[in-house]
């Protein structure tokens, strides 16, 4: 009876948190697939072209317009490449599109509070510089060329019709763009592939976090993080957090109420940073990452990523620090979350609308269609 009382709380934890961020997934989406609809991969890729800091930097604002899904962003950082984008832009991009979303943002703000938002905004830009710089010195020459020819072979991955797929509207002013019948099918469309893409990660990524924090004993994640010993812990914080992330198999926005769990556990504030950006280096992303490039290749992102994230989260700690800027409490929306009458539940249902419209235009413009591409690989050769 105790088991099945808990998974029921668990479960009723997992199904609140959902709803607490309902609404700001759907506005998230919704902006995100409104960029996309104006944003043309094609131009992307010939913008790539070089890994000067300025391209750098580039990469990673077009990489904010993109997707959020962490497979669609690996699959598109591969199809940028094989189209003549640079490498090392190809994966500030792939960066970019995971850690500088706007559903990101706004659920990291709900879930754990602004300063974590202001800290993943500032941190994502520095960890990839950390990782440009480490690409400049490490990566040769012939590791780029073995991982272009083993690129160009096709293998199949995950959400490569998603990445292939390019919707967007470029002819015209901005707004116009937007609101013209292509572009509102194209956002239709994007705002609804993002969701399929995306909604097993966010699943996930809340049973588990409602799993955990019923569980396991607040000692146990006191005890993993060395909450008892502060520079051990901030020291320790950034390297555990992608190991976590690494093992729990949960990527993109659906890590963050993991997040909430392991910061209420004794997480230092850096390796919550380096927990949430090592969603592009877990298990089923290093195995992609295999087939794309070649086995040298993706351990050689592996250990730069993880490095770079790790760095970046401990600096972005000790500036927060040092201004005072790290929350002295520990009150993350999970534990406590209720469902209740409130602004929350008014803006889930204005939300839910704005949903409801653009997924009856999604079928109503061929979207059924679409879905069925978005794992297939058009007009490629399908190695395994």
């Not at 938002?117 to 060329?145: D, H, N, S």
């Not at 049973?207 to 520079?231: C, D, E, K, N, R």
Request: proline share 3%; hydrophobic share 55%; with cysteine.
């Amino acid at each position: 009876m105790y088991v099945a009382h808990q998974t029921g709380h668990a479960l009723y934890m997992a199904f609140a948190m959902f709803w607490e961020i309902l609404w700001a997934l759907i506005l998230g989406f919704f902006i995100s697939g409104a960029v996309q609809a104006v944003v043309s991969k094609q131009k992307i890729a010939k913008i790539l072209g070089d890994e000067r800091p300025k391209t750098i930097a580039v990469a990673c604002a077009l990489g904010a317009a993109s997707s959020s899904c962490s497979y669609a962003a690996v699959a598109i950082a591969r199809a940028l490449f094989r189209k003549g984008a640079n490498f090392t832009a190809a994966m500030a991009f792939e960066l970019g599109s995971t850690n500088l979303v706007v559903e990101l943002s706004i659920i990291m703000a709900i879930l754990l509070g602004w300063q974590f938002t202001v800290a993943e905004f500032l941190g994502a830009p520095l960890m990839v510089a950390i990782m440009a710089v480490l690409f400049r010195i490490f990566l040769k020459p012939e590791m780029v060329q073995h991982a272009r020819e083993q690129a160009n072979k096709g293998i199949r991955g995950i959400m490569e019709g998603h990445a292939e797929m390019d919707m967007a509207v470029t002819e015209g002013p901005l707004f116009r763009r937007m609101l013209s019948e292509k572009g509102r099918t194209a956002i239709s469309h994007y705002f609804v592939m993002d969701w399929v893409s995306i909604w097993k990660d966010i699943a996930g990524g809340l049973l588990l976090a409602g799993v955990l924090a019923v569980f396991v004993p607040q000692g146990g994640w006191q005890a993993f993080f060395f909450t008892s010993h502060a520079t051990l812990s901030m020291l320790w914080g950034p390297i555990a957090g992608p190991v976590v992330a690494v093992l729990s198999f949960v990527c993109s926005v659906g890590n963050v109420p993991l997040a909430a769990v392991l910061w209420n556990g004794g997480s230092s504030f850096g390796g919550l940073l380096a927990f949430i950006y090592a969603d592009l280096i877990v298990l089923p992303i290093l195995d992609i990452y295999r087939k794309y490039y070649g086995l040298k290749v993706s351990l050689f992102l592996f250990v730069t990523m993880y490095a770079s994230m790790a760095a970046a989260a401990l600096a972005i700690e000790l500036i927060f620090k040092t201004v005072g800027l790290v929350p002295a409490e520990r009150h993350a929306k999970i534990v406590e979350t209720a469902i209740h009458w409130n602004y929350t539940t008014i803006l889930n249902i204005i939300f839910l609308i704005l949903a409801a419209m653009l997924i009856i235009r999604f079928f109503r413009t061929g979207g059924t269609k679409m879905l069925k591409m978005m794992n297939e690989v058009p007009s490629e050769h399908h190695a395994s």
